[in-house]
């Protein structure tokens, strides 16, 4: 909960808002419009393959150390 | 905006509906960068820091999670390049050693601006706070967040936020003398 006192009133009464001027925040918005039409949503197969590597990885070198340990024999 | 309505404008967003992207810009665009020209001290940079704020949102929407509160993730995102900034400006400033001159205690942006003298006192005293006193103020003082939001913006604990809330606000009473004991009688 938030606690207010006089000071915190004060501000919030004496210190405003402020805002960019028109063209600047038209033109900000245009960009911004612009990005979020080409954002695209995480690839879903991109942490697949990036497990897929891992655990391939990982199996290569338990293969690689039972080789060593028992290989020989 | 409360929890449920920045779920269902997240929602929105995330399917990249220029509408949702627009509601919240109208609702916060005032006061990311009235915050912004507060720590910067000065409106350029303002202008600058913001424009890349709502950039990275636009950027990160489809990536927003369900829950995301848009205004902390805002000022999340603010603070951070602020903070950025300043680190860039301390090295330039270090690098070029003795060849500046000191800096002089600078007005607020909005001190000329400010409707009456309660304002101008205000703003100047605002400015004069050290950076971290000065942004825990205008989130919780002026934004109204809760210390523990602030918290997370700031990346401290909430105990740490209401520590430095407390000193800060002590700090800016100190400065303002009566105008702070008596807000009520000193309006012009």
């Known amino acids: 909960m938030t606690e207010y006192t006089d000071l915190d009133e004060l501000l919030r009464t004496q210190l405003p808002a402020h805002d960019v001027d028109v063209a600047r925040a038209a033109a900000v918005r245009a960009a911004a419009l612009d990005e979020l039409r080409h954002a695209r949503p995480p690839a879903r197969w991109a942490w697949r393959l990036e497990a897929g590597a891992m655990l391939t990885a990982g199996t290569a070198q338990l293969v690689w150390v039972v080789a ?6 | 905006m409360d929890a449920a ?5 997240v929602g929105r967003l995330r399917r990249g509906e220029p509408g949702a992207f627009d509601e919240i810009y109208q609702a916060l665009r005032p006061r990311l960068w009235s915050f912004l020209a ?11 820091l913001a424009q890349e704020a709502w950039l990275r949102l636009a950027r ?5 999670a369900e ?18 900034q300043w680190r860039s400006a301390q090295v330039a400033r270090q690098l070029a050693g003795d060849l500046l001159p000191p800096e002089p205690v600078s007005a607020g942006p909005f001190e000329h601006a400010a409707s009456n003298q309660t304002s101008a006192r205000l703003e100047r ?8 006193y000065r942004e825990i103020v205008l989130l919780c003082a002026v934004e109204g967040l809760a210390p523990r939001e602030a918290a997370t913006i700031l990346g401290i604990s909430g105990e740490a936020a209401r520590q430095r809330l407390a ?4 700090q800016l009473e100190q400065a303002l003398g009566d105008l702070a004991r008596y807000p009520g009688g000193n309006r012009d």
């Open chain 2, 5 to 9: 309505r920045d779920r269902e404008l």
């Open chain 1, 68 to 73: 060593m340990l028992f290989g020989g024999r």
């Open chain 2, 60 to 64: 990160h929407a489809p990536r927003l």
């Open chain 2, 125 to 132: 005293a605002l400015a004069a706070l050290t950076p971290p």
């Open chain 2, 38 to 48: 507060r720590m910067t001290g000065r409106r350029d940079l303002a202008d600058d």
């Open chain 2, 167 to 170: 000193r800060a606000r002590s």
């Open chain 2, 67 to 84: 829950d995301t509160r848009v205004a902390a993730w805002l000022f999340t995102v603010a603070r951070n390049l602020y903070v950025s």
